[in-house]
């Protein structure tokens, strides 16, 4: 508020005012603390999240909420929430499955709050950095652990890691976040060389190596590849047009190659696909397996209740049904696909309005410069994620997503030039 502005205010009321800058600066402070933590702990991210909604309700007026609501990006999601609660009244399942099913959508409501907050933030950077700062914690970690054996015993009372070089969460979870690490990086890269910095780029290119060097070497996530495959010839295009679409699928083509030969872990991975598909019809008890019957079937109970599918919670009902025609298939509350998921459970009303809030977000970052780029990220990651997982459902992935459309969408407006600043530079305060 300007100083003329407060000179209005009445002086007995003028410690509202502070009391009000003082939450926003820990509103900033916290969402910071959720970058930090995501990567590292379910329940003490889910305190903090808490945390930063109690502390940042009382600094929003209805106006900017209600801007941020009436826009795609913000009610977008919202009304998916609506929709599911609606949905809760057609399930043929207990409240129970439908109250737990409507959980997994609770975040999408902190979208529009988190927009609102951020465009008037100067502070979004900060979340961004905090955010890399964790991820290079848990990668130092990843790579101690891989080549340092005896840590991996030392430390499994503390951190239980299962598989060597994934110290915490899972490797579906730990390859997500370092793709996201290296395609954030390689625009930052460019950022810092078109500004005369090669210096600087050429350690983010550095760090952005080692970050793909894990995924490829220690935890190969294949969802991550997807994402990789499908993002590394935007960014060319994205920076430097159709040439540079070009280059970078000449060298993604280089890179995969030797990593083919060089890499034992990832070639296993790759060929463990085939097999199963190979082996589909003998052996369903297999990832790929599965997941083909799950698709196989969601599309059944789609076609089933096309318009408002079976309802919030329905999806493990649906597949004990379906069982007992098919004793072989694998009930589950997830069929590793998030618009199955909704189009299960809300039909294609439910499929459209989640295919529109992924247009909606993209649509926000359709445009030049860092920020735009580091949210494109975030967007198409969770879309070609979402073909093979429930990413918006799972907790980190879920808030990954959540917290970088808000945080990274809410610095795009506070920039409206949508060139925005680098993640080391210094913005005007709203």
């Given amino acids: 508020m300007s100083a003329r502005n407060r000179d209005d205010v009445p002086a007995g009321h003028r410690w509202l005012l502070v009391d009000r ?40 007026d209805a106006a900017a909420v209600r801007r941020e609501l009436m826009s795609p990006a913000g009610g ?22 439908r109250l737990e099913a409507l959980r997994g959508l609770h975040k999408l409501l902190l979208i529009p709050l988190l927009l609102a907050h951020f465009r008037r933030s100067s502070n979004g950077r900060w979340v961004l950095l905090g955010f890399l700062a964790s991820a290079l914690a848990v990668l130092a970690l990843s790579w101690s652990i891989y080549f340092i054996h005896p840590l991996n015993w030392m430390l499994q009372p503390i951190i239980h ?80 047009g159709w040439k540079g679409t070009v280059v970078a699928c000449l060298i993604g083509c280089v890179v995969a190659g030797a990593t083919w030969f060089s890499s034992h872990y990832m070639r296993v991975r790759i060929q463990a696909i085939a097999v199963d598909l190979q082996g589909y019809s003998v052996n369903r008890e297999t990832s790929i397996g599965n997941r083909l019957d799950f698709y196989r079937n969601s599309i059944a109970f789609i076609v089933a209740a096309p318009v408002i599918g079976h309802g919030t919670g329905s999806i493990e009902a649906e597949f004990r049904k379906a069982q007992a025609s098919d004793p072989a298939l694998v009930p589950t509350k997830n069929p590793h696909n998030q618009i199955f998921v909704i189009a299960i ?52 992935q879920g808030w990954l997503y959540v917290f970088g459309v808000g945080v990274l969408g809410g610095m795009m407006q506070h920039h409206p030039c949508a060139q925005a600043p680098g993640l080391g530079a210094r913005s005007n305060g709203s």
């Fill in 161 to 240: 890691p299962t598989i060597a070089g994934v110290p915490v969460r899972d490797y579906v979870a730990q390859s997500g976040m370092f793709t996201m690490c290296v395609l954030g990086l390689l625009g930052w890269a460019v950022e810092r060389w078109r500004a005369g910095r090669r210096d600087h780029a050429l350690a983010l290119l550095v760090l952005a190596a080692v970050f793909a060097t894990n995924v490829l070497y220690v935890a190969t996530g294949r969802t991550a590849l997807v994402v990789l495959i499908v993002l590394i010839p935007l960014f060319g295009l994205q920076q430097f």
């Fill in 76 to 97: 977008l999601p919202v009304l998916l929430w609506a929709i599911a609660v609606a949905g809760m009244l057609w399930a043929e399942v207990d409240w129970r499955e």
């Fill in 21 to 60: 800058a003082r939450l926003v600066l820990a509103a900033d402070w916290l969402a910071v603390a959720v970058a930090v933590a995501l990567p590292w702990s379910t329940s003490i991210s889910a305190i903090l999240i808490a945390l930063w909604l109690v502390t940042v309700l009382p600094t929003l």
């Fill in 345 to 396: 459970q809300l039909g294609m009303l439910g499929a459209a309005v989640l295919l529109a809030m992924w247009i909606a977000h993209a649509a926000l970052f359709c445009a030049p410069g860092l920020i735009a780029w580091l949210g494109l990220v975030v967007v198409l990651q969770n879309v070609a994620g979402s073909l093979f997982n429930s990413h918006i459902g799972d907790f980190m």
